[in-house]
């Protein structure tokens, strides 16, 4: 089993920042790439920001210049900071993992959501 947990969303006003923070535990051999994904009411989800082990980066045009994903492998966690923060950011975010287990499987897995909301 393996479990990703977010944490760090809330209420921001514009212009403001947040960091988000997800960490994944249980059978993990090996994480692979990490991400952070987002769906906003009425939207599809997409791909907001992704890292590789290796630490290679791929963002959203939408948040180039305003986010960064980092990651420490020695913990198996993956952050966003999230800086100039607009209204049409405002979305649940959600960590992705790509994960070599234990069993010698590779899987995606996905955390609950965690809840961005830009307003005045």
Not at 20 to 45: D, E, F, H, T
Not at 68 to 85: A, E, F, G, H, P
Request: charged content about 15%.
């Amino acid at each position: 089993q393996v479990q990703v947990v977010e944490s760090g969303g809330g209420l921001v006003q514009p212009g403001g920042s947040l960091r988000l923070s997800c960490a994944a535990s249980g059978s993990i051999l090996n994480i692979y790439a990490m991400g952070w994904y987002r769906q906003a009411p009425g939207k599809q989800r997409e791909l907001v920001a992704a890292i590789t082990r290796s630490g290679t980066t791929n963002y959203a045009d939408s948040v180039k210049g305003r986010f960064t994903i980092s990651r420490d492998n020695t913990k198996n966690t993956v952050y966003l900071q999230m800086n100039n923060l607009k209204p049409e950011d405002t979305a649940d975010y959600y960590c992705n993992v790509d994960v070599l287990t234990n069993w010698n499987t590779r899987n995606d897995y996905w955390g609950q959501g965690t809840q961005v909301t830009v307003s005045s």
